[in-house]
């Protein structure tokens, strides 16, 4: 089973579940890592803001100390 994890219409990556067993998978399972990967985009979102913030605060201390 393979799951994009999707943030603003692009694709970042992808969760991708293997199994031996071709009847491994359920609905519910695809469910499950579709909500899971919904989740890793927000997570994604926000590390990506905390960067930005973190890079500009450092932006706006050497301005200062200058």
Known sequence: MV???ILDGQR???INLESVNQSAFTFDHLRFVSNLAEHAAIAIQNARLFEAVER???EFTVLHNV
């Open 56 to 58: 500009r605060a450092e």
């Open 3 to 5: 799951v994009p994890i």
């Open 12 to 14: 970042l990556g992808v």
